[in-house]
């Protein structure tokens, strides 16, 4: 079993930068990703990487503003956000994947959840 930690969401202007920290304990040998949830809305993926970090995965509406990283050696998983926007505002999740191969871009591809961190981009 692993527990997902998240930290480092906040209040923050629009066109400013955060960054998101994860830290998994047991088994962290595994894809991980970061979801977000908006009010009123569906959890959706956010960005993705695979278990030695050469290969990572974004959604459409971060592609370039967001960087997701992660030090194996201290099992943490990043989030970058530079340049955010109003529409980035929601509750961030680092999540596990079910799988050891790959990326996973699904929300069913999934299997172990944080807590979530709050982000909310002013206008």
């Known amino acids: 079993q692993v527990q997902l930690v998240e930290s480092g969401g906040g209040l923050v202007q629009a066109g400013g930068s955060l960054r998101l920290s994860c830290v998994a304990s047991?088994?962290?040998?595994?894809?991980m990703g970061w979801l977000r949830q908006a009010p009123g809305k569906e959890r959706e993926f956010v960005a993705t990487?695979?278990?030695?970090?050469?290969?990572?995965q974004y959604a459409d509406s971060v592609q370039g503003r967001f960087t997701i990283s992660r030090d194996n050696a201290k099992n943490t998983v990043y989030l970058q956000m530079n340049s955010l926007k109003p529409e980035d505002t929601g509750v961030y999740y680092c999540a596990r994947s079910r799988s050891r191969a790959g990326v996973a871009f699904r929300e069913y591809e999934y299997g172990d959840w944080g807590q979530g961190t709050q982000v909310t981009v002013s206008s």
């Open positions: 990487i695979n278990w030695s970090g050469d290969i990572t």
């Open positions: 047991g088994g962290t040998a595994y894809p």
